[in-house]
Nanobody, 125 residues
Framework: QVQLVESGGGLVQAGDSLRLSCAASGRTFSSYTMGWFRQAPGKEREFVANINWSDGSTYYPDSVKGRFTISRDNAKNTVYLQMNSLKPEDTAVYYC??????????????????WGQGTQVTVSS
């Protein structure tokens, strides 16, 4: 059974930083892609970042490029999302997800088969 457990969310001010963690278990993650998504109230869940676990290649949409960094710790089976220069529009529930496929082109919800419970990030102005 694959389990993904996010942590690290909270309430911060604009310009602050946060680091989210996603502890993963139940799958050989070295062969797959991990992603972060977010969902703001009244909006659809959107792609934030992903990482190809085996070679560390990453992809970001323009909305977070240069501010967010995804990384992984193979020994801990943990994926991180470092978020800098946070903006009020970054406010959302952030979800970690695991894909059974490989590659950073995996940017849609349907490419991921396991999801964490989400962690709230609130950025005040």
């Amino acid at each position: 059974q694959v389990q993904l457990v996010e942590s690290g969310g909270g309430l911060v001010q604009a310009g602050d930083s946060l680091r989210l963690s996603c502890a993963a278990s139940g799958r050989t993650f070295s062969s797959y892609t991990m992603g972060w998504f977010r969902q703001a109230p009244g909006k659809e869940r959107e792609f934030v970042a992903n990482i190809n676990w085996s070679d560390g290649s990453t992809y970001y949409p323009d909305s977070v490029k240069g501010r967010f960094t995804i990384s992984r710790d193979n020994a801990k089976n943990t994926v991180y999302l470092q978020m800098n220069s946070l903006k009020p529009e970054d406010t959302a529930v952030y979800y970690c997800a695991s894909s059974p496929f490989r590659g950073t082109a995996l940017r849609v919800l349907g490419a991921y088969d396991y999801w964490g419970q989400g962690t709230q990030v609130t950025v005040s102005s």
